[in-house]
């Protein structure tokens, strides 16, 4: 395996509090040294002056559309996405077809992308055969077949006796369970609920319908001591709920997504059914608490809910499949948030990298330091670039950002010692 060295590179890692300009030397795989005026004559040489290097990022919650999508998006091409992003660890969604609730789904989810190489692809498991949020899967066996979590994603679990039990048996299993919190008997509609959906005349889908499953699912959480993982807040009223239930001491983490966190229901105006995403883009109030929330620690992670749809899926508004592609979006984005003062960079890679890989518990990545696995992102702050058909990844382009100006770009991405993607 060959050796790298990366000269020079501002190093930014989290998990040690580490802000420094230094040399790293890759090898065998792992971080061999990391210091000044390092020096290997057979290394291939990174010149990272100007560039930032930090732990390669770890996404939550990821949608692959393989098996049984492959238009929209396949392993192949979602992995490409990711290393283009800076991620080398993805958790891929069970709403696949068939979806992943049998461990030979999950066992060909692993295969495959074992075989293209490019990062780990860890399957989440379906807590209900089918997704249907009638019958357990067996979670033991889908643990074995190496689903690290367990999600019905996009069909919120609604029957609460069942994700008492799922939230019990996780726990004994050593895992956990993420759910997509909208009540689907009020959330009906299409966008947000409020003052456009009534302009437009467009049924909308209210902020209550995602409260009352978080403040469910946290109540669960803390009574059974199972972990509960909530994706994709967009609710104010849930960040208080969450933070309530954080502080009982239950068993709880949540992502945000960062469309949540840039774009308004207004978006619906410009990018039309490309701003369409379930939970919906909500008023400035809502964003305004994500925003705070991110900053306190209430939010844990930033995940992308990538989800690529074919250009047909996302016609008509009331008819479109909901959903935006993420993976080479969210550094771009994450750094408008550091541009405009909302997070600091620490805080950007502890939320994209540290905290998503301890959520996992997985121990190869969220870090830099001599002897660990070499996983690792390096990125040009200030780079402007857009995503168009010559830099896009994926199979798919359902994106409010299709075309538009981006600053910040990932240059390297290497994932256990090897170089996976470099920008050209
Ligand atoms: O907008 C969404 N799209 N939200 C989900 O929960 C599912 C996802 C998809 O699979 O397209």
Not at 412 to 424: A, C, H, K, N, Q
């Amino acid at each position: 395996m060959s050796k790298i060295l990366i000269k020079e590179a501002r190093i930014i890692d989290p998990s040690q509090g580490l802000d420094n300009i230094k040399d790293i030397l890759i090898e065998k795989g792992r971080i061999k040294a990391i210091g000044d005026d390092l020096f290997e004559l057979e290394a291939q040489i990174i010149e990272g002056k100007g560039l930032i290097a930090c732990p390669s990022f770890v996404d939550l919650h990821v949608h692959l559309r393989d098996p049984g999508q492959e238009y929209k998006e396949d392993l192949q091409s979602g992995m490409k996405c990711a290393v283009a992003g800076g991620y080398t660890a993805l958790v891929c969604m069970p709403n696949t077809k068939p979806p992943i609730d049998s461990p030979e789904v999950a066992q060909y989810i692993i295969k495959k992308a074992e075989g293209v190489g490019l990062c780990r692809v860890f399957p989440s498991s379906a807590i209900t055969k089918g997704r249907k949020g009638q019958e357990l899967v067996d979670f033991y066996s889908m643990k074995k077949a190496g689903c690290v979590a367990f999600t019905d994603d996009g069909a919120p679990l609604m029957d609460s006796r069942l994700m008492e039990k799922a939230l019990e048996l996780t726990s004994q299993i050593g895992s956990f369970v993420m759910n997509h919190c909208e009540d689907d008997k009020i959330a009906i509609g299409h966008i947000n609920e409020g003052y456009i959906s009534s302009l437009l005349g467009i049924k909308g889908r209210r902020a209550s319908a995602e409260d009352v499953l978080v403040a469910r699912d946290c109540i669960l959480a803390y009574h059974t001591g199972g972990h509960i993982h909530i994706q994709h807040l967009s609710s104010a009223l849930s960040i208080d709920i969450i933070r309530f239930f954080k502080d009982k001491g239950a068993k709880i983490t949540c992502e945000v997504n960062p469309y949540h966190l840039l774009f308004t229901e207004e978006e619906i105006f410009n990018s039309y059914s490309n701003a369409k995403v379930n939970p919906p883009l909500r008023e400035k109030k809502h964003q305004d608490v994500l925003l705070e929330a991110l900053k306190d620690g209430t939010i844990d992670c930033i995940a992308t809910d990538h989800a690529p749809h074919a250009p047909w899926e996302k016609g008509l508004l009331e008819k479109a499949m909901p959903g935006m592609i993420g993976l080479q979006l969210a550094l771009p984005m994450m750094l408008q948030l550091v541009r405009e003062g909302h997070i600091s960079l620490m805080k950007m890679v502890d939320l994209m990298s540290c905290k998503p890989a301890k959520t996992l518990g997985i121990e190869d990545h969220g870090s830099i330091r001599e002897g660990s696995k070499a996983n690792l992102t390096l990125f040009e702050p200030e780079r402007v670039w857009t995503l168009n058909e010559k830099s896009n990844l994926s199979k798919s382009k359902n994106t409010p950002l299709w075309n538009k100006i981006l600053k910040g770009k990932v240059i390297y991405t290497i994932f256990e010692g090897r170089l996976v993607y470099r920008d050209v």
